[in-house]
């Protein structure tokens, strides 16, 4: 009962879109997609390599090194890339594409690429 209430509701609001923008309007094609935000994102990890930690003292234990890094459109679900990354977090660049060699999954392979890069 629901989904057939709800495929009514789909049904009459694109009759009421293509009423009043056309069936073959160009806008109705394109209005639904967002490229801003994928800009947006990406600027945000380049941004994060740019800051600057003030000089440790002598005494100070050394700050580990970071590094951003952002790939988009990445066909593999986040759930499943999650508990890669909870495999490798804090290890080092080797020891992490050492893990990872070894294990058979696709996002293993991507996350990878990503390090060696």
Known sequence: MFWTGLAATGRVCS???SSLIG????????????TSAQDFNAKNWERKNRI??????????????EVYHCRRQI??????????????????????????????KKGAQVIKEVNIQ
């Open 23 to 34: 069936p073959a309007s160009t806008l109705s094609r394109v209005a639904c997609l967002h």
């Open 75 to 104: 066909k593999y679900s986040k759930d499943k890339m999650w508990y890669l990354a909870k495999l490798i977090k804090g290890m080092t660049i080797d020891q992490a594409l050492a893990q990872l060699e070894f294990n058979d």
């Open 15 to 17: 009759h009421i879109r």
């Open 52 to 65: 600057l930690h003030p000089p440790q003292q002598k005494d100070e234990p050394r700050r580990p090194a």
